[in-house]
Nanobody
């Protein structure tokens, strides 16, 4: 099982930037896809971005394309989400998650980190 710990959330003004980190530990990480999700108050959790450990292939939700960048540092077993040009609608709890590359469902989740963008 993979264990995930997020950090880096906080309060930022509109147009600002934040970088979230997700430290992963556990089984063979190269077999996993790492994802970031978010959940705003009163809304369902939504996909933000994902990356494969092995090849670094990335995918983004349309709402964050061009503003957010997901990356990984294999040596540190850490995945990052660089968030630029933040908007109030980006306010949410952000979760790091992992799924095996052959599965569609994410099976491991972090505790979440709050991101608040003030207008």
């Amino acid at each position: 099982q993979v264990q995930l710990v997020e950090s880096g959330g906080g309060l930022v003004q509109t147009g600002g930037s934040l970088r979230l980190s997700c430290a992963a530990s556990g089984r063979t990480l190269s077999m996993y896809v790492m994802g970031w999700f978010r959940q705003a108050p009163g809304k369902e959790r939504e996909f933000v971005a994902s990356i494969t450990w092995s090849g670094g292939s990335t995918y983004y939700a349309d709402s964050v394309k061009g503003r957010f960048t997901i990356s990984r540092d294999n040596a540190k077993n850490t995945v990052y989400l660089q968030m630029n040009s933040l908007k109030p609608e980006d306010t949410a709890v952000y979760y790091c998650a992992a799924r095996k590359i052959t599965f569609t469902d994410y099976s491991a989740w972090g505790q979440g980190t709050q991101v608040t963008v003030s207008s």
